[in-house]
């Protein structure tokens, strides 16, 4: 079975360590800020100007204010810095952001990732993302599988323009955990009940099993 978005988030939440300052984009990303292990420090970031995000607010704790770059109404843990984006992005520019969870709609084999324009379709348009990719060394793509349609987003090469080139090494999808080396995808775990060959089925760039599969757990 593909995993939810909140299984997705919660996947990603693992690649978490103790003092790292980490980037959210929009979308699946943002749910990750619920599953950060008890116990660990870790500062969230928001390109429009926010160190240390906090879960998203309660009826009872939220602030109209208070907002991440996709205009989703957050908290602010203690500790908690608000600037204005110029700096937040020098922050991003100047290699500070430990790392980088980002949604896409397509990612290859060479490590391309295409997230901001579809042509003739309207979208938010490029954001933080191009700075994030060009200032992070460490990060994870979430996404799914394939399109409605059944397409694979997972290519040979991206169809659609670039907001990165040869800077992704981490992709998590719906149906399984992949990293990218040497001109490949290589496959690492598979969502519950999801089989190695549908992940091959449904991947359209060149993939490897690697020997040690394994099969998430939640």
């Known amino acids: ?56 607010p309660t009826e009872a704790t939220i602030d109209a204010d208070m ?3 996709g205009k989703q109404t957050v908290t602010a843990r203690r500790g908690a810095s608000i600037f204005d984006s110029a700096q937040s992005f020098a922050m991003i520019r100047g290699g500070h952001v430990d790392l980088t969870v980002l949604g896409a709609f397509e990612v290859d084999v060479q490590g391309n990732i295409a997230s901001w324009m579809i042509p003739g379709k309207l979208v938010k348009g490029m954001g933080g993302a191009m700075d994030l990719v060009a200032g992070a060394d460490n990060i994870i793509v979430t996404m799914t599988h394939a399109s409605k349609d059944g397409e694979s987003k997972l290519l040979p090469k991206c169809s659609l323009p670039l907001t ?33 060959e549908e992940i091959i089925e449904k991947t359209a760039g060149k993939l ?4 040690d599969v394994k099969e998430m757990t939640f």
């Not at 992709?171 to 598979?190: H, M, Q, S």
């Not at 490897?208 to 020997?211: N, P, R, T």
């Open 164 to 196: 990165g080139a040869g800077c992704i090494r981490k992709v998590l999808t719906d149906l399984a955990y992949l990293e990218i080396e040497n001109g490949a995808f290589i496959l690492r775990e598979t969502a519950p009940g999801v089989s190695v």
């Open 208 to 211: 490897i099993v690697a020997d």
């Open 67 to 69: 907002i991440n770059a």
């Open 1 to 56: 079975m593909a995993l939810t978005r909140e299984q997705m988030a919660q996947r990603v939440a693992r690649e978490l360590k103790d003092g790292y300052y980490v980037n959210l984009g929009i979308g699946i990303p943002t749910l990750v800020a619920n599953y950060v292990p008890e116990g660990m420090e870790v500062m969230l970031q928001s390109e429009n100007g926010l160190l240390g995000m906090g879960e998203f």
